[in-house]
């Protein structure tokens, strides 16, 4: 069956460093991969989207690069800042199953001044 | 665009008593309604898929009399907890989508905490 597997975390960086988290799926076919971002006590927000392969998807500084070669989608920013701690959660839908996403565990980040 | 509004945002409820939560798309019709569940830092786990005007599909191991969902419009689902338990006390998250896309925009979540 499908499955999103993240890096475990938690992440802890200083201000201004380089991120990365890593994703990778298992799927049949070609499903959309997202990163979606929880703050503490809130729901999710979409991040960005990646719906085929070799597609970049890109929002407020981060990056992630749909790889169907080696089946990953790993989230990347140049330069984190404290505003960026949170939890980010790897996921993949499909059209054949109803688009129900399909989470990974979540990778918390925490970025320290 | 594409917001999300649940309401309400925490509750606190005795134990036996049923509890209601709403699940609102502001500016978009939403052809089909999630409704997860999160434990404390744990991913989420989804409950049931709801589309607007039929009954809902429940995710193996879920109650679905323990649960009830109704998607009444292409804007409102509820999720009605029926005799809470304490064990039944999560943070309760609802998505949804609409047929032009195949993203999900995800409510703030409600609280439930059961005495």
């Known amino acids: 069956g499908n499955s999103v597997t993240q890096m475990e975390g938690p992440v802890t960086l200083s201000e201004e460093a380089f991120l990365t988290i890593n994703c990778t799926y298992t799927a049949t076919g070609y499903p959309s991969l997202f990163w979606y971002v929880q703050y503490p006590g809130e729901g999710l927000q979409l991040l960005l989207k990646?719906?085929?392969?070799?597609d970049k998807g890109s929002n407020k500084g981060f990056e992630a690069t749909y790889r169907k070669e080696t089946t990953s989608f790993h989230l990347e920013k140049g330069s984190v800042q404290v505003s960026d701690s949170a939890v980010y959660f790897c996921?993949?839908?499909?059209?054949?199953?109803?688009?129900?996403?399909?989470f990974g565990s979540g990778t918390r980040l925490l970025v320290r001044p | 665009g594409a917001v999300v509004s649940q309401h309400p945002s925490w509750v606190i409820c005795k134990s036996g008593t049923s509890v209601k939560i709403e699940c609102r798309s502001l500016?978009?019709?939403?052809?089909?309604m999630f409704w997860y569940r999160q434990f404390p830092k744990q991913s989420l786990m989804l409950m049931a898929t709801?589309?607007?005007?039929?009954?809902?599909?429940?995710e193996q191991g879920v109650e679905k009399d323990k649960f009830l969902i109704n998607h009444a419009s292409l804007t409102l689902s509820t999720l009605t907890v029926t005799s809470a338990h304490p064990e039944d006390s999560s943070f309760y998250i609802c998505s949804a989508r609409t047929i032009a896309t195949d993203t999900q925009y995800f409510g703030p979540g409600t609280r439930l905490t059961v005495l």
């Open positions: 990646a719906t085929k392969a070799d």
């Open positions: 996921a993949l839908s499909q059209v054949d199953s109803s688009y129900k996403l399909i």
């Open positions: 500016d978009f019709q939403a052809t089909t």
């Open positions: 709801s589309n607007e005007g039929s009954k809902a599909t429940y």
